[in-house]
């Protein structure tokens, strides 16, 4: 029944390492987002798909890369991760991208 | 970065009516006013909007000012579930956060 699913919600790991944390929405939407929060708890938009089609690409090293295989899905890669990727992410969607955002619960990632 | 501002916190008793203010004094004639609040340890999820007229919904209701150069999300009556981060965000797209107002709600 949820509508944004975001998998896994925690995630532990040593700098250096490569991981990816998954989003899926099922409100039919056909634009989704992510968003980073930091520890001082600012919400920054990272990057926006519409239709599987990148559209928001704010200043984001390119360590991070989305990728979209289908409406559904908007999946957050990252590489050589660092102490300062350490923040809860959190995936949006909406219908169209002027739409209600519905935001996923969080993915807290921990780089140690 | 956020172009409104809202005071860092606020407090109310439970049961109690809620105005949780904010200024957007740069704010176009297009531009769309969003509430969205995040609860501890959840996303942020959707209060309410609006562009020129008052709103009402199930959660809230949004006064604005004339000028558009303010507005006012009420609660009409809090409740201990209502504590949490609340978000004024003037524009479109994408959805600019600020600080957001932390409400405190006092049983």
């Known amino acids: 029944d949820t509508a944004v699913s975001q998998t896994p919600k925690y995630l532990v790991t040593q700098m250096g390492n490569d991981k990816s944390i998954k989003c899926e929405q099922n409100?039919?939407?056909?634009?989704m987002y992510w968003y980073k929060q930091d520890s001082k708890k600012f919400l920054k938009i990272m990057f926006s798909y519409n239709n599987k089609e990148l559209i928001i690409n704010e200043t984001v090293p390119n360590r991070f890369s989305p990728k979209s295989p289908d409406k559904a899905h908007l999946n957050l890669h990252i590489n050589s991760l660092e102490l300062g990727d350490s923040a809860v992410y959190f995936c949006?969607?909406?219908?169209?991208?002027?739409?209600?955002?519905?935001f996923g619960p969080g993915t807290r990632l921990t780089v140690l | 970065d956020a172009k409104t501002t809202q005071p860092n916190s606020m407090e109310s008793n439970e049961e109690e009516p809620v105005h949780l203010p904010c200024n957007h004094s740069t704010i176009s004639g297009t531009d769309y006013i969003h509430w969205y609040r995040q609860l501890p340890s959840q996303g942020p999820e959707y209060v309410i909007h609006g562009l020129t007229s008052n709103v009402n919904n199930r959660m809230a209701s949004l006064a604005i000012a004339e000028d558009r150069k303010s507005s006012t999300l009420i609660l009409h009556r809090a409740t201990l579930r209502d504590a949490a981060v609340y978000y004024c965000?003037?524009?479109?797209?994408?959805?600019?956060f600020g600080k957001g107002t932390r409400l405190s709600v006092i049983a």
């Open positions: 965000i003037q524009g479109n797209t994408p959805l600019v």
């Open positions: 949006a969607s909406s219908h169209g991208n002027r739409g209600t955002q519905y």
């Open positions: 409100l039919g939407h056909d634009t």
